[in-house]
Each structure stands twice: as structure tokens, then as C-alpha cells.
């Protein structure tokens, strides 16, 4: 009797020590997982408080009247070279809206630059087949020119960059003729949003900016760089925020 009682005061010791180990670790994990909250939340407070200082700068530096033939913004376009040699999410891609007709060029969750566009709306299924803008991952191809000019459909366009069908969609300026001159028409709704059905953009799915802005494009940025194109459900004011993830 003697030998069971002490067998069960010492399984009952060392319970009550792996009771007390338990609820010393679980206070432990609480600890660490409440600082590391609490870090999280920090460093997303300060992402936040720093996007909404770069979309203030951004708006600021937008050229209040489009010129294509001039860049988007006053300031100067991001340095590639410093994008280099990060990790993947903070490398630069372009991020286009066709709710917002505009190209962002960014970093991780920062638009680093801002830029004019005008691209044809899907509308359902009743937008000409040639005049789908692809929606979804896309990358710049090796593809790309200084100039080009299609006699079927009596435009072309100069610095283009073609992120799918190897040319057959593409970035480039606004629309030129078959010497280059703008075509001052297509042009001058670059950035418009008032894009009806009826007078949609015939971009024969690809996306027009400016001179400088296309130029840049072609001559900066390398094979593979990432390209998110986004329909007319991403129209929100979180549009940024919603893809900064990819």
C-alpha cells in the first residue's frame, strides 16, 4: 500500500511540474507572439503612413494637363539599377488599371512613379476580340522597338514593349502615322476615364503613354519584369493597397 501511495504521489509531482512547464511555455509563446503583433502592426502603420506620403508626393508631381510629349510626372523616373539586386516582392513591376486608365510602376507596396495611359475597356463579352486588353500576370518580353507602323490598321506607335504574344500586345506611345506624326485625335484622351462603350479606345489590346514614359519602358526596364493588369473590377480607392502583395 505504502509503494502504490508513494508511486502516486510522485506521478501526481511530476504532473503538476509538466502543468507548470506547460503554462510557463504557453506564457512564453503568448509573450513572443504579442511583440511579434505588436511589431507587425508597427511596421505596417509605418508602411501605411508612408504610402499615403508618396501618393501625396505622386499626386503633386502629376502633370495637372497630359502632354505626350512629355513624362507623366515632374519628377524624375525611379533608378532601375537600385532594384536590382533585392528580393523578388520589392523588385520594380508595373501595375495597370484600366478602371483608373494609368500604369504604376512599383516596389513591393510603394508606386514609385505614375503614368498616363489609355487602354480599351473590356466590355463583357461585346468588346471586338481585337480590341481585348489581356487581363492578369504578364511579363516584358525581349521583344521591343523604337518604331512601328501597321498599314491594316493605319497606326503605329513608337518605343514599344511587348509584354505578351511577342509583339502582338504591347506598351507604346500614343498612336503615330505612317511618318510618325502623333495622331492628335487617339492622343488627346490619354488618361481619360470617360471611356464610353461607344467611343472606346481602339488600343487593339495594347497600352498607350506618353513619348517619354514609353521610351523609358523599352530602355530601362529588363526581360521579365513583372506585369499586373487589372479590369474594371479593380476600380476601388484600395486598388493599390489590394495588390501590393504580389
Known sequence: MKKNN??????????????????????????KNAVKVSREMKISSSISRHIKKITKEQKKAMRKKVDWNKPSMTKAYPDVSKYKNVKKSNRIRLVVSSAKQRVYVMSGPYVLYTMYASLGK??????????????????????????????????????WTSFKGKGMYHFQSV?????????????????????T??????????????????????????????????????????????????
Do not use: C
Open 6 to 31: 508513494l508511486i502516486y504521489w510522485i506521478v501526481a509531482i511530476i504532473l503538476v511540474g509538466i502543468a507548470g512547464w506547460s503554462a510557463v511555455h504557453m506564457h512564453h509563446l503568448e509573450s
Open 122 to 159: 473590356n466590355y463583357n463579352s461585346k468588346t471586338p476580340n481585337y480590341q481585348v486588353t489581356p487581363v492578369g500576370k504578364f511579363k516584358l518580353e525581349e521583344t521591343r522597338g523604337d518604331k512601328f507602323y501597321d498599314a491594316t490598321r493605319q497606326l503605329g506607335g513608337l518605343h
Open 175 to 195: 498612336p503615330v502615322d505612317e511618318n510618325g506624326k502623333v495622331i492628335e485625335k487617339d492622343a488627346k484622351h490619354l488618361g481619360s476615364t470617360k471611356i
Open 197 to 246: 462603350k461607344k467611343n472606346n479606345i481602339k488600343a487593339y489590346g495594347s497600352i498607350w503613354l506618353t513619348v517619354p514614359d514609353a521610351e523609358w519602358i523599352q530602355k530601362n526596364l529588363p526581360v521579365g519584369t513583372k506585369v499586373l493588369i487589372y479590369g474594371e473590377d479593380a476600380s476601388s480607392d484600395n486598388f493599390i493597397a489590394d495588390n501590393a502583395k504580389h
